[in-house]
């Protein structure tokens, strides 16, 4: 006999929470950041596509238009997945307070930084982890010598 939990659907926002939402993805800039990704896929591709073949890449860079037309659907995707992310997260209430926030300047200039200030949390993060693992490694095989391990 097969034991499991319930599955837990997601639940489906109000139509209020999602305006809010997405209102609130295009205050924080999320889409421009989306769309901005389209230029390093199609640099990641262009190798394997074009073989460094001038005649293919002529072609290639020609189809840029029908290409960014064509990365719209995903585009759209993306706005709606991470609007229904946040709106299943927060109130309308809340997303239009949060909003107002980023309307600021403050919230402009945290927007502004953020990326920077992630990649700086992250090093840290990963630095200090590092040193932790060093340190609990050195211990603990100590600790295990004192009991005796040959280690």
Do not use: C, W
């Not at 939990?5 to 209020?16: F, G, Y």
């Not at 072609?59 to 995903?74: C, G, L, Q, S, W």
């Not at 299943?88 to 200030?117: C, D, H, S």
């Not at 490694?137 to 295990?144: M, P």
């Amino acid at each position: 006999m097969l034991l499991s939990a319930p599955a837990t659907r997601a639940q489906t926002p109000t139509p209020d929470a999602m305006a809010a939402a997405r209102s609130l993805v295009n205050t924080m800039k999320l889409a421009d950041q989306y769309k901005a990704l389209l230029p390093a896929i199609l640099l990641g591709l262009k190798p394997a596509l074009t073989q460094d073949r001038p005649e293919i890449e002529q072609d290639y860079d020609a189809m840029m238009p029908m290409i960014a037309e064509a990365f719209t659907p995903y585009y759209t995707s993306m706005v709606d997945g991470i609007a229904t992310v946040y709106a299943n997260n927060f109130t309308a209430a809340e997303l239009r307070e949060i909003e107002a926030f980023y309307r600021q300047p403050v919230g402009q200039k945290m927007l502004a930084k953020m990326p920077a200030i992630s990649q700086q949390a992250l090093a840290v993060g990963q630095e200090i982890g590092r040193k932790a693992a060093e340190d609990l490694r050195q211990r603990l095989t100590e600790a295990l010598r004192q009991k005796g391990h040959k280690l």
